[in-house]
């Protein structure tokens, strides 16, 4: 990583320049004070890379911080043996080269000595102020002692919710993480692939949507290397084996394009990071000599990227299906640039990102490159302006953060946290829809009707019915486009909720971790329709013993009798769940010595068999015909009523009764009593109902049950 790759704009170190030692640096910060007018030898690398961005920074605060934190970690040591002091140093050099602000750096050198010192939090707020105690207190870790195997996964939940409020917290803690990852040879194996992992599952997310590819690059690469060693080594293999690079005539021949044009711009080749050639190695198969970097075209202005692209395409054969436009239509992190690819005089073909000066430095250093959010001139190197009402509201708070924060809050436990925050952060891609009040969403690609309603309304969500997308009814399961417009329907009434296959359309943590929490505190609640449609239209009466009005089957159709183990007992079929072949069913003696005959999960017999009420065996007879009634929930249209019976008679049923109720907030009610002739033929009939343009819900009649 260097300033050159953080910002083009500001003079670069020069390639000769040898690596800094750290070891040397150890033992400079140990030989005592030096004169108050000059910064000490172990930090003037930091100050050198920090004035680059910079230039009127005031370095007597990174001074002051220095001798703290040199001070508090004297005689301390790391597994490498190697000074603690070189651990902050390397941090901060780490965010001084990619432009970090001075309270950053600061806090960087400052970032373990209440974690791993005396010094106390109080002590860095007084000498240096509120906001750099903020992001000390931001990156330091839960004790074990207090947390157990919970102190990972909580550390982690307490720096987002300070990421929150200021991303800078985060930019500290990747840095830190990257130079731990850098130094990790030194551990046991086992623990390096743990760590690996972690920073693998959480972290290189986090500076992929931060927008910290400097950072994400080079822990990309170094967990490539712990945990597939071998697939490392050939990759190393295959770089080092590389010839000459076939992209240098294609840069030379696109800036004299340039030039001819009269378009100023810098024409670079930018090498791929090993984990990069690997991916293009494996979804291609074989290698071609372009793949192992590509054409960094960086212009002074927007309009000029547009300009070099025009000449490209024009100069040089253009591969259509590589062009995308992320200068138009930013990442959600941040990322601008236009992408593209053309191909060279002797038919090597040249992958081209094309970006002004200001997009490269936001494209490799992120939120570091933004500054301080709170500073009244934003990017400043100033302190931050008090806010007025005393709230911290970070102006840089992306929307994934914002979601990640509310959707942390219901989270019961550590292991439920981890666990979705590792599945939350493995969703790399983002879309925005709208919603009917002019407002937005930003969700996961493939989110649903489900997950914009839970986005939208939160708990309330769980009284919805439907949704229409760009104007049609759909089901909540329906999967979104970017720049869909969605409006969710709710209920009038509180007394329906989510059911349980509303979690296979579910992609984001809110809308999981709300529907399961309502599933769990409502065991026995009626719930929705499966597939995706609406949260159950009306709540089902609990009987006390049994329902007494229920249909005599044997009385009634004739063609499906329920042969219960009681010779001569009156059998009715319960009303409460409509039982007909095969369901697996039970009985139950009510009132007059009636067998009354449900199914063996409704909640009425589930009551009776807690209570002690002795079940009886129930069997269907040999018919295989039925009388079952159906309540087809839909939103109204025109000729909704012809095709709910096309498709009733197209699935071979008769129809004995319809009714219609009157329609009520554009929902219509159906009633069907239908005679199949073969019960087993009910769930695909149930699921031409549903498929029917309009409605949202079939499901059987229940009928009020009466005590007994």
């Keep these: 990583m260097s300033a050159e790759a953080a910002q083009p704009g500001v003079p670069a170190r020069r390639r000769g320049r040898p690596r800094i030692d750290l070891r040397r640096l150890g033992r400079v910060a140990l030989l005592g004070p030096v004169p108050r007018d000059r910064l000490p030898a172990a930090i ?134 990257l130079h731990n990852m850098r130094t990790l040879s030194v551990m046991r194996p086992e623990k390096q692939a743990r760590i690996a992992k972690v920073t693998r599952d959480v972290l290189i997310p986090l500076a992929e949507r931060l927008g910290v590819q400097a950072l994400k690059t080079e822990l990309e690469d170094l967990v490539f290397a712990i945990l597939h060693p071998e697939e490392y080594e050939r990759t190393r293999a295959l770089i080092a084996a590389a010839g000459p690079d076939p992209l240098a005539p294609i840069a030379e021949n696109v800036a004299a ?26 979804k291609r198969g074989e290698l071609r000599g372009t793949d192992f970097g590509r054409l960094l075209v960086l212009v002074g202005e927007d309009a000029d990227c547009y300009a070099v692209l025009g000449e490209l395409h024009t100069c040089f054969t253009p591969v259509i299906s590589e062009f995308k436009d992320f200068v138009a239509a930013p990442k959600f992190n941040l990322y601008q640039s236009l992408h593209t690819a053309v191909v060279g005089p002797e038919g090597a073909v040249a992958e081209v990102l094309i970006r002004t000066h200001r997009m490269h430095r936001v494209a490799e250093a992120g939120v570091v490159a933004l500054g301080n959010p709170y500073a009244a001139d934003h990017g400043s190197a100033g302190q931050a302006a008090e806010p007025a009402d005393g709230e911290r509201a970070d102006p840089t708070r992306p929307g994934w953060l914002s979601r990640l924060l509310q959707w942390q809050q219901s989270a019961p436990d550590s292991d439920t946290f981890w666990t979705t925050l590792r599945a939350d952060l493995a969703e790399d891609r983002e879309i925005t829809v709208f919603r009917t009040d002019g407002g937005t969403l930003g969700l996961p690609a493939g989110a649903s009707c489900v997950d914009a309603a839970y986005a939208q309304y939160g708990d309330r969500a769980h009284d919805c019915i439907g949704a229409r997308v760009n104007g049609r009814l759909a089901t909540l399961g329906t999967v979104l486009n970017d720049g869909d417009t969605v409006q969710s329907l709710l209920a009038e009434d509180a007394g ?102 449900h199914r063996l999960k409704c909640p009425a017999a589930v009551r009776m068999r807690s209570t002690g009420r002795a079940p009886v065996g129930v069997s269907w007879g040999a018919a295989a015909g039925c009388r079952v009634t159906l309540v087809a929930e839909s939103f109204g249209r025109p000729r909704l009523l012809a095709d709910l019976t096309e498709a009733i008679a197209t699935a071979g049923a008769a ?54």
């Design 655 to 708: 129809v004995v009764s319809a009714t219609v109720e009157p329609p009520s907030e554009q929902r219509v009610r159906h009633t069907y009593t239908l005679q199949l002739p073969d019960a087993a033929e009910l769930p695909a009939l149930m699921r031409a109902m549903r498929d029917v343009p309009g409605v949202y819900d079939v499901s059987r009649a229940r009928h009020p049950a009466a005590a007994h």
């Design 496 to 597: 329906s909720g989510p059911s349980p296959a509303w979690l296979d359309h579910a992609r984001t943590p809110a809308a999981r971790i709300a529907i399961t929490g309502w599933l769990d505190a409502h065991p026995e609640a009626p719930q929705g329709p499966h597939g995706g449609g609406p949260a159950g239209a009306r709540p089902e009466p609990q009987p006390q013993a049994d329902t007494g009005t229920a249909e005599d089957r044997r009385a009634g159709t004739g063609t499906t009798t329920a042969v219960v183990d009681r010779p001569d007992a009156l059998v009715r079929l319960a009303g409460c769940c409509t039982p007909v072949p095969p369901d697996d069913v039970t009985g139950f003696v009510v009132r007059g010595g009636v067998v009354t005959v």
């Design 257 to 282: 394009v340039l030039r001819e044009a009269g378009i100023p711009a810098d024409v670079l080749i930018r090498p791929r990071h090993h984990l990069s050639v690997h991916r293009v190695r494996i």
């Design 44 to 177: 003037g690398h930091v100050a050198e890379a920090h004035r680059a961005h910079h230039p009127d920074a005031d370095l007597s605060l990174l001074h002051r911080a220095y001798v703290l934190a040199e001070t508090s970690h004297r005689g301390q040591t790391r597994k490498s043996g190697e000074p603690y002091i070189t651990h902050p140093l390397a941090v901060t050099l780490i965010l001084a080269e990619l432009g970090a602000e001075t309270t950053t750096l600061t806090a960087s050198l400052l970032h373990d000595t209440v974690e791993d010192t005396e010094v106390t939090l109080n002590q860095v707020r007084e000498q240096f102020g509120e906001e750099v105690g903020y992001l000390v207190d931001g990156v330091t870790k839960l004790e074990k002692v207090d947390y157990g195997a919970a102190a990972e996964p909580e550390t982690f939940r307490k720096m987002l919710v300070a990421t929150g409020d200021d991303v800078r917290v985060m930019s500290i803690k990747l840095a830190d993480r």
